[in-house]
């Protein structure tokens, strides 16, 4: 079984839905991220924790919100999503020890209608 | 802005060397990272550099020097396997990493 776990992999929706996608690990790491992926693009970062207490807006966080339920769980939130919200998204972890070796969920890729 | 710069693609015939080279603009400096990424999978963590000097890990190497301007991942003895999209990324002074849109390797026959 892989150490971070996404799902959906992969969600057709419609404009003004809501959609959340759901981040699991069994790292034991303490800082998760999400970040999307689009073609021609870098990795964009879209909102990260530190611990449970700890939520943190990235790099374009705007139409995203995010939940932090426990160590192991962190879901990203589409509150009504838009075309442009159309790529394919990942979850990741990091040991707060370590200086930037992220660890990837499989990705879920998201089509807005 | 801040920005990372690598070539969109790259070809090369199986069993040769290739140089991938990065070059980025950012605020500050906390290490360089790359990442394989084969296609429809994630990212996975190859190697890092922060201090001048070459890392070496089995047929990947990549080398920083800072003060001369180079940054590159080599890969030796190339395997159809390693056909996949190569990530650079820089840690800034606030340890967020910027990535590069990534480079695509083709390896032919």
């Known amino acids: 079984d892989a150490d971070v776990t996404q799902t959906p992999r992969n969600r057709i929706t419609k404009t003004g839905k809501r959609i959340m996608l759901e981040c699991s690990q069994t790292?034991?790491?303490?800082?998760m991220y999400w970040y999307r992926q689009d073609p021609g693009l870098g990795l964009r970062l879209i909102y990260y924790?530190?611990?449970?207490?700890?939520?943190n807006k990235g790099e374009i966080s705007d139409g995203y919100s995010v939940s932090r339920q426990a160590q192991a769980k962190f879901s990203l939130s589409l509150e009504s999503a838009i075309p442009n919200q159309t790529a394919l998204y990942f979850c990741?972890?990091?040991?707060?020890?370590?200086?930037?070796?992220?660890?990837f969920g499989e990705g879920s890729r998201l089509t807005v209608l | 802005g801040q920005n990372i710069d690598q070539p969109t693609e790259m070809t090369a015939t199986e069993g040769a060397i290739v140089q991938i080279n990065c070059t980025y603009q950012?605020?500050?400096?906390?290490?360089l990272f790359w990442y394989q990424q084969h296609a429809g999978e994630a990212p996975t963590f190859l190697s890092y550099?922060?201090l001048d000097g070459l890392e070496e890990k089995g047929r990947f190497s990549s080398f920083l020097s800072r003060s001369k301007g180079y940054r590159y991942l080599l890969l030796k003895e190339l395997q159809m396997k390693d056909s996949a999209s190569y990530l650079c990324?820089?840690?800034?002074?606030?340890?967020?990493?910027?990535w590069g849109a990534g480079t695509k390797l083709i390896i032919k026959p």
């Open positions: 990741a972890t990091s040991d707060a020890r370590d200086t930037g070796e992220l660890f």
């Open positions: 790292k034991g790491h303490d800082r």
């Open positions: 924790s530190f611990d449970v207490k700890d939520i």
């Open positions: 950012t605020s500050g400096f906390n290490g």
């Open positions: 550099n922060v």
């Open positions: 990324a820089v840690m800034d002074s606030n340890y967020q990493l910027i």
